[in-house]
Structure formats: C-alpha cells, structure tokens
C-alpha cells in the first residue's frame, strides 16, 4: 500500500470513530434525561454513563491513532513528519 492510500484508510478509520462517539454521546445524553420514566433513576444513570464513557473512548481514539501516525512518519523520515500544530 502507498502512503497516500495508508493515510485515507486511516482518515476513514478516525471518521468511523466520531461518528459512533456521535451516536454514544446522543445516546447516552437521552438516557441520561427521559431514561428515568422507563427505568430505575439509578439504572438509568449507569447505562448514560456506560454511553458516555464509551463515547469519551470514541473521541480519544482517533487522537491516538493519528499521534501515532505522525510518530512513525517522523521515525520512518516520511513527507510531512511534523504534525500540524492546533
């Protein structure tokens, strides 16, 4: 594989990772406010926080994922070995 093809499949893997920590995050903001008339309020804040925790992990990846990205890069001596500062 190309970098070029390596860096696409990575950017699709990231995408892949917001949006179900888009859908966790809904989810468990739902939970957390109407879950209380389906079930105990007690069981209703721990399945919101199983979400949202699940969904903190979905942000965090991709951060990860594209750290280690760079890392190599830099380690390989590849183009652009210096991530962009944010």
């Known amino acids: 594989m190309t970098e070029a093809e390596l860096q696409k499949?990575?950017?699709?893997?990231m995408l892949a990772?917001?949006?179900?920590?888009?859908?966790?995050?809904?989810?468990?903001?739902?939970?957390?406010f109407y879950g209380a008339a389906h079930m105990s309020r007690g069981m209703a804040?721990?399945?919101?926080?199983?979400?949202l925790g699940f969904?903190?992990?979905?942000?965090?990846f991709p951060r990860m994922m594209?750290?280690?990205w760079w890392e190599e890069q830099s380690r390989a001596g590849g183009q652009g070995g210096v991530p962009p500062k944010s």
């Open 66 to 68: 594209q750290k280690r």
């Open 17 to 32: 990772f917001y949006f179900a920590g888009v859908v966790n995050l809904v989810i468990g903001l739902y939970v957390l």
């Open 55 to 60: 969904a903190a992990l979905d942000f965090y």
């Open 9 to 13: 499949k990575l950017k699709n893997r």
């Open 45 to 51: 804040l721990l399945v919101a926080l199983f979400f």
